[in-house]
T-cell receptor, first 114, second 115 residues
Framework: DSGVTQTPKHLITATGQRVTLRCSPRSGDLSVYWYQQSLDQGLQFLIQYYNGEERAKGNILERFSAQQFPDLHSELNLSSLELGDSALYFC?????????????FGNGTRLTVT | GENVEQHPSTLSVQEGDSAVIKCTYSDSASNYFPWYKQELGKRPQLIIDIRSNVGEKKDQRIAVTLNKTAKHFSLHITETQPEDSAVYFCAATLNYGGSQGNLIFGKGTKLSVKP
């Protein structure tokens, strides 16, 4: 167990809908990262937060947004969903904002858009 | 932009043989290189990492080597076992601008170990 908690484990929704994925980092970790992994694909970095503030953005669509709350949990909001958004969404956390800090991944949320 | 190239994309070996996965990176300021193992349907798990002040690191059957001059690093698995079958990802840190410290991942290598 990595200590990173993601909910829900599975999510099935229809095109055009909006969903929220939730992540609680490991105790003591200040930085949260979101990654998208499509079928047989690598890990695409979406966005990073550190201690409540956005730190870096990757290939995140405008339809997607995220935030990190004062208690350090994070939510990833996906709106106007399309079939191509079906993927595994991983949250990871680290002690620092990158810089030689290992990332610890949660078990992911599998999103299926029908 | 900065990226990490990983080869091969698939690798099949016989149980007991060695497996080598290679990665190259473009950001000369990268200083941290972790390797993750991802079993089917599960989360990526850190198996070994190396920092730029070290050329080699070993942990039982797993070793990682780093050549900073050539900007490449490799994962070596000896005496492979069927449970080593998984997708392996290499990664390197970005060290510029607002993305400082973020990890960029290679596209992964699917390792199959045949009994």
């Amino acid at each position: 167990d990595s200590g990173v908690t993601q909910t829900p484990k599975h999510l099935i929704t229809a095109t055009g809908q909006r969903v929220t994925l939730r992540c609680s980092p490991r105790s003591g970790d200040l930085s949260v990262y979101w990654y998208q992994q499509s079928l047989d694909q690598g890990l695409q970095f979406l966005i990073q937060y550190y201690n409540g503030e956005e730190r870096a953005k990757g290939n995140i669509l405008e339809r997607f947004s995220a935030q990190q709350f004062p208690d350090l949990h994070s939510e990833l909001n996906l709106s106007s969903l399309e079939l191509g958004d079906s993927a595994l969404y991983f949250c990871a956390s680290s002690v620092e904002a990158g810089r030689n800090s290992p990332l610890h991944f949660g078990n992911g949320t599998r999103l299926t858009v029908t | 932009g900065e990226n990490v190239e990983q080869h091969p994309s698939t690798l099949s070996v016989q149980e007991g043989d060695s497996a080598v996965i290679k990665c190259t990176y473009s950001d000369s300021a990268s200083n941290y290189f972790p390797w993750y193992k991802q079993e089917l349907g599960k989360r990526p798990q850190l198996i070994i990492d190396i920092r730029s002040n070290v050329g080699e690191k070993k942990d039982q059957r797993i070793a990682v080597t780093l050549n900073k001059t050539a900007k490449h690093f490799s994962l070596h698995i000896t005496e492979t076992q069927p449970e080593d079958s998984a997708v392996y990802f290499c990664a390197a840190t970005l060290n510029y601008g607002g993305s400082q410290g973020n990890l960029i991942f290679g596209k992964g290598t699917k390792l199959s170990v045949k009994p």
